[in-house]
């Protein structure tokens, strides 16, 4: 049986394979202006989505799930019962956990396998959670708040990568200065959780965290591998911050609208 701190550094680095391979930006085709007139809301129960429970031809349990809320869904959490060794999991687009790498639109359809680390039958599942483009959400507080945290967590570490990021413009470093200061921006390793449930929360914020700095090591070591001149170097570090000033203002956004969201369901 892994160990719990197994467990967070194995899914961090699972996730890192897909997240490496990817230069999309998690943005949707709508104004962000328009965000602000929008009525967010939270459903107690019966969200506006269609969530299937199917297996794929070798029996691995697989999750379809379709929006059909006027807005894109940007998060959603899957719950499998009888709890196992990893009960929950998180899927987001705004930080790319769990592999949803945009959001879902209006009738659109997200198909994504789940854990099922004892095999054997698929497991029960069900949708225990969901935010929207708009801010609306489903869930409890606490699966809420753990997609609010990695959000977070995600957009304080793009804060540090964009300032490295414009300070080895101004400086016109090489490829190896990037590297180097790609590494330092890594956060230290956490304490090992006393839950699974801990592992897997702290899993979450710890691969939201390393995103820039594994993207940024990563793009330098690799795209510009024919390519090593300073000129090159530049335009791939201008490229870098754009990309990230824009999934760390998505982030930003995002977060004003939850904290929104939850202010106002205070006042109810």
Known sequence: MRTLRHLVFS????????????????????????????????????????????????????????????????????????KSAVDTQIYDALTRIGGLLAPIPRGLTHKTGIPNLGGGPVPDAKLAAAVWE????????????????????????YDLAI??????????????????????????????????????????????????????RDNMQHSVQQDRSSARVAKLAQILLKDFEQSRDSLRQALGESTAMADRAKTR
């Not at 801010?135 to 997609?147: N, Q």
Request: aromatic share 6%; proline share 9%.
């Open 163 to 216: 300032a490295t990021l414009q300070t080895g413009i101004e400086k016109n470093w090489s490829i190896q200065e990037y590297i180097a200061a790609a590494q330092k921006l890594r956060p230290p390793l956490p304490p090992q959780p006393a839950t699974v449930e801990e592992a897997r929360a702290t899993s979450e914020r710890l691969t939201a965290t390393m995103l820039p700095s594994i993207t940024m």
């Open 11 to 82: 899914a961090a680095a699972e996730a890192f394979l897909l997240f490496c391979t990817t230069s999309l930006s998690a943005q949707t085709p709508h104004d962000p202006t328009d965000l602000a007139c929008r009525s967010a809301r939270h459903f107690p129960e019966k969200p506006p989505v269609s969530f299937e429970l199917a297996e794929t031809t070798d029996h691995r349990p697989l999750v379809i799930i379709t929006n059909s809320y006027q807005y894109p869904l940007t998060a959603y959490v899957v719950q499998t019962e009888p």
């Open 134 to 157: 708009d801010g609306s959400t489903f869930g409890t507080d606490e699966l809420l708040a753990r997609i609010s945290n990695s959000r977070k967590a995600q957009a304080d570490s």
